[in-house]
């Protein structure tokens, strides 16, 4: 139902900075993940987000923005997604189901104003929308009630895993449609970067790892700019392509598109525009998963992940039924698969023997130094040159 138009009488000649609640530029978007490109920190964030998942409300957390307007559910209900509550933890107003038409109310860039749950156009304050204005106890509210449903999301879960093995069976099980690729893999480690859950803890974490084993780098989507602002270059970047910056696609990484089962791969026309080539792998699996079983089917003796998802909610907070998928391919390379936090746990970095003769030299040369610069030294060096003159004289005179 749309909200009519109305003036608030008496602010009209007030600046829309000196009105309460909060007032700032509107940046808006259907699509979370392509909003948070272009956010800037104090903008507000309006979306159209059917439970907001933990890793677009951790997305909009670092773009620092001043409030997020949703005229979806972010909790529907379906399942306890974790967006609201990281979004409400970190002091950001989260305004849901908000009037459906505030699209075609809102321009990008309007100066907005939010109070309440109502939204203003800062600019004669004028009324375009209204919602529910979130807190601590509505969202846990939401989340227990959302729990209490659980059983029949896992049993759609159950149910979307069942349709995927029919489908993909000969892809899970003999690795029929891998394509070839250039990276070799075969015998070496492979490090997965999502730019997912505690990706920027987790890379950090495996840093002596890296340094050692020296992995492939596979990079899906913005984990190559995730890589990339650790300090790596990816080796292979796979995805679609919808969250990786030019910077990042032109790096000199091999790319893998992520197509369609009837071939159509939405990705590949940027990649050609910037005048690079690709391979195809067409799947009906989510983008990390491909990644895993190219580095399974290649050869690769270890699978690292970072910023996966490995939890029953963390597939159901991602949202979609092809996370089903994601469940299957880990059981297919269960075997060689490892997450970061285990990685980061287990691995002690190794001392090499040139590394500890080193270590040894320098400490006897350190040594000697201080006994040749110190009083006491020169006596003990004295003394201990004397002592090897006469064992050296007396070897003569042994063998003469």
């Avoid at 979806?72 to 459906?100: C, F, K, M």
Wanted: charged share 25%.
């Amino acid at each position: 139902m749309k909200v009519p138009s109305m003036k608030v009488s008496g602010l009209r000649r007030r600046k829309a900075v000196d009105l309460p609640g909060v007032t700032a530029v509107a940046r808006i978007d259907r699509r979370t993940k392509r909003l948070t490109k272009r956010l800037k920190p104090g903008e507000i964030a309006i979306i159209d987000h059917v439970d907001v998942d933990r890793v677009s409300a951790e997305a909009l957390v670092a773009c620092g923005v001043a409030a997020v307007v949703n005229v979806a559910a972010s909790i529907s209900g379906r399942y306890p997604n974790l967006g609201p509550q990281i979004l409400v933890e970190a002091g950001i107003p989260l305004i849901d189901s908000a009037t459906p038409d505030l699209f075609e109310r809102v321009r990008e860039g309007d100066m907005v104003r939010i109070q309440d749950g109502v939204i203003f156009l800062a600019e004669g304050d004028e009324l375009v929308g209204k919602g529910e204005l979130h807190s601590a106890e509505t969202v846990a509210a939401a989340m227990a009630e959302a729990r209490a449903g659980l059983s029949m999301q896992i049993e759609a879960f159950t149910a979307n895993t069942m349709e995927y093995v029919r489908r993909e069976r000969d892809l899970l099980i003999d690795g029929v449609g891998v394509p070839d690729v250039r990276t070799a893999m075969d015998g070496r480690h492979a490090l997965i970067v999502v730019r997912g859950y505690h990706y920027k803890e987790d890379i950090a974490a495996l840093r002596p790892y890296i340094r050692e084993f020296r992995p492939v780098l596979i990079a899906v989507d913005g984990g190559a700019d995730a890589l990339i602002e650790a300090g790596y270059l990816p080796d292979m970047i796979v995805g679609d392509f919808d969250s990786v910056s030019d910077k990042a696609l032109t790096c000199g990484a091999e790319l893998v598109v992520h197509a369609y089962r009837d071939g159509r791969a939405p990705g590949l026309e940027r990649v050609r525009r910037h005048g690079l080539d690709a391979v195809i792998f067409p799947a009906a699996a989510t983008s990390e998963d491909i990644a895993m079983l190219l580095a399974d089917d290649k050869g690769a003796s270890l699978i690292v992940t970072v910023g996966t998802h490995r939890t029953l909610v963390e597939f159901l907070d991602k949202g979609r039924a092809g996370m089903a998928s994601s469940f299957l391919t880990q059981l297919r390379v269960g075997s060689k698969l490892v997450d970061a936090k285990g990685v980061s746990r287990l691995y002690r970095s190794r001392i090499s023997t040139g590394s500890l003769l080193l270590l040894v030299a320098t400490t006897v040369i350190t040594i000697g130094v201080v006994l040749y610069v110190s009083p006491v030294g020169k006596v003990w060096l004295t003394a201990i040159a004397e002592t090897w003159n006469s064992f050296t004289f007396w070897l003569v005179g042994l063998f003469s």
